[in-house]
């Protein structure tokens, strides 16, 4: 797995680094300020429909690329690592109301986490695509376990469950504003540590890894330890991600939604948009969630009736796979690293 | 113990078929080094043409050509457009280009074919035969046997001919096959033609067995097991992966469902797979890359 | 005399069949440069990956600083002081020069996940000593000006400085360098050979160097060990093995 952004994307190695990573701080504060007005101007399609899940799946994404955009561990469990997220929360907010939601969040990603270091254990022997089959029976497990018993859904009687009230220190979130600024909170929490992560010592064991794992073990990196580390962090962000999905999303907790088929639209978000680099994984959300909402409307207004809708379906299916394998051809280390190139003429012209 | 011997020689013959769909991601894996995800809408594309045919009235044999003419022809395409492009791209990006191309395949397939279950019907008899106290469906009977000849023609195919060698030979060095004498591209493209031959028999098989509808394209996700349980290289693995797989599962599920209250068919193989890889990290008769530092 | 920092007994290692390491038996002494010569295929390589538990030897066994083994982890060999470099590259390729280097350092650290996570507790000054002490390594193989340059972008002879800066910052007591001057000019040999001394001398590291330039061996090592077929054929002083006529016959007389 060698599709790495990371030379064009996280280091320019020019000698104005400092002028430029305070130029990238300001922009970042700036855009993270204009997501957050963004309610006082979108109405609730956009948060509900757009950009709830298109944060949501960002977050997923950054999850999956630290393991493997990162560590070099491909793994197709993400969906699985979602539900424990999303069961995990529910099960904590039914039988410990009186958590904030913050910890809960947190202590259902830290259970996903351990799954995922469970799930994460073959990697220590298996490499590569037998490594991505094996992380296929965490998924179908999971998948399995949530739906056969009953005691993760509190025996509801319907295959979902309605979500409980979202709220943090006695403010209601359950709006679609409220939900959406509390997903944008965790996803621009999530980004700090994420970055702060791959910059230090981990994160260079974890590359190190994914790079040369027989050299990093000759030089004394403990590889295992690190592969681990690398599936929990993943798993909890993921997990995280999860307990966002079904309640700030979905509004419903349903092993459904976390099936093979949302592993598979988080690889391709990380794939598209970058491996290993972290502003991939916006562009690679934002063009998995937004291209069938896009050829969705675009099909409407085209065809409008003409053709019947499940022709229409599959007539986007269809549209929606060449154009992923379009963008895999055109753009081997993802749309970050297009977009990076763009920033860097931006940036030298900014200066000038 | 007969009810036992049953659902062995049972899960034995559906693993047969799985077999048959293994072999053709072990042919491209060896040839191309891409796991093809799409072999699964190949499976289900030459299912539905065929059997939409076969409904205008075409004669068997006729449709049966016709449809294998499309199946080569999308092979090869698919390897001309998507394959060539993505030479020396990471396995995992190549993995999901095939996955892509699945939704292209499935979602043109049902615009042209469209979307409800089909009967196929291959003039096989279904009635069980009864051997001592063990009662054996004919039809599996059947299509284990086709399928066993096809895989049986295949292993020779590739152990004795130009092709087949060349094939070992590119497994190790891509170059090494220009030296006896075929162009890796030919190869390829013949590899990938064959691989589309094997579509159109698992999809009739499937097809017969159980509709030819949608859900044909989820053999693949049974085909994978086998291929970690015997080896993405090689086509013995693949057989008896398939054998392993289609015993274990069929019994897995009728004891261990009962006792675990559920059906375990989803993901019981998977588990299995996962077991044998820890001793044998790259299958039983798949060769482990060598890494020389 | 102080005891030799490595002994290698009897260590056998063959490949289905074929025996790369057949019975072979030498020390190295602390503080040397000890060449290990032998013709393509003679085992060299696979000796140093069975000296730092790459490989498994078959039978014999390996001393390092008094300690016996017969396997090793690849990470214990490191924390006991065992560097390497490797024949082929193997740099963590997609990473700056720097952050090779600082791969080196791993070992050595003390900080946790959450540490880093959060940047908390010794994370700030454990980075600080980490950058200084690989700037240092960077500074003293000449690679300040390619520092900041991803690995795989530079040239093959810098990359193979790169490999020994990475394995020196560790300060090992025993470095194995594979071929480390393969495929250079003879300028960048020098070079080469004048880091190896340098650092011989300055960190007194015992270094174990496989290289087949024979010039740059008679002026660089204090002992020679050669290698046939996984045979030892010749163990001496530059001078001894020159003169040897088993050694001459094996290799000296073979055009490489
Ligand atoms: N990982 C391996 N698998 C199989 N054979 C190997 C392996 N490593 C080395 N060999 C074989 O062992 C012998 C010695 O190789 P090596 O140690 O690389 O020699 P040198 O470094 O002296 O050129 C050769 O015959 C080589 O083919
Ligand atoms: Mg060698």
Known sequence: MTAIGTDTIEGFGSTDETARSWLRIALAVALLAGLAAVPLVANDYWLNAVLIPFLIMSLTALGLNLLMGYAGQASLGSGGFMAVGAYATYNILLRLPELPLPVNLLLGGVISGLVGVIAGLPSLRIKGFYLVASTLAAQFVLEWLFNQYGWFSNYSTSSSISAPRLAILGHDLSSPTGRYLLTLATVAIVTVVAIRLVRSQTGRTWMAIRDMDTAASVIGIPVAAGKLKAFFVSSLVIGIAGALWAFAYLGTVDARSFNLDRSFQVMFAIIIGGMGSISGNYVGAAFMILLPILLDHVGGAVFGGAIDPGQLENLQKALFGALIVWFLIKEPRGLAALLSRAWTQLASRFER | MSFFVETFIGGLLAGVMYSLVAIGFVLIYKASGVFNFAQGSMVLCAGLTFVTMRDRGIDFWLAGLITLTIMVAIAIAVERVVLRPLVNRPQITLFMATLGLSFVIEGIAQIAMGASVHELDLGIVDTPITVGEVQVSQFDLVAAATAGVLVIALSIFFNWTRVGIALRAIADDPLAARSIGIRLQTLWQIVWGVAGFVSLVAGLLWGARQGVQFALTLVVLKALPVLIIGGFTSITGAIVGGLIVGASDSLAEIYLGSLLGGSVSTWFSYVLAVGFLLVRPTGLFGDAPIERI | ?256
């Open chain 3, 1 to 256: 005399m102080a005891e030799p920092i490595l002994q290698l007994r009897d260590v056998s290692l063959s490949f289905k069949g074929i025996k790369a390491l057949n019975a072979l038996s030498f020390d190295v002494e602390r503080g040397e440069i000890c060449a290990l010569i032998g013709p393509n295929g003679a085992g060299k390589s696979s000796l140093l990956n069975i000296i730092n538990g790459v490989y498994r030897a078959d039978s014999g066994s390996v001393s390092f600083d008094g300690e016996r083994f017969v396997r090793i982890r690849p990470a214990r060999a490191a924390h006991l002081g065992i560097g390497r470099t490797f024949q082929h590259n193997a740099l963590f390729r997609h990473l700056s020069v720097l952050d090779n280097v600082l791969a080196g350092l791993i070992r050595h650290s003390r900080t946790t996940l959450i540490e880093h996570a959060f940047g908390l507790g010794r994370d700030r000054s454990e980075t600080r000593a980490f950058g200084r002490r690989a700037d240092e390594i960077i500074g003293f193989l000449d690679l300040a000006r390619h520092r900041d340059r991803v690995v795989s972008t530079l040239p093959y002879g810098v990359q193979k400085r790169v490999d020994l800066a990475r394995a020196l910052v560790g300060r090992p007591s025993l470095l194995l360098l594979d071929e480390p001057m393969a495929g250079m000019n003879q300028d960048e040999k020098r070079e080469m050979s004048s880091f190896v001394l340098e650092a011989n001398r300055s960190f007194r590291t015992t270094v174990v160097l496989i290289e087949h330039d024979m010039s740059v061996v008679m002026g660089l090592s204090h002992h020679v060990v050669v290698l046939d077929y996984g045979r030892k054929v010749g163990d001496g002083t530059p001078e001894e093995v020159r003169r040897n006529p088993d050694v001459i016959a094996a290799y000296l007389g073979t055009v490489h």
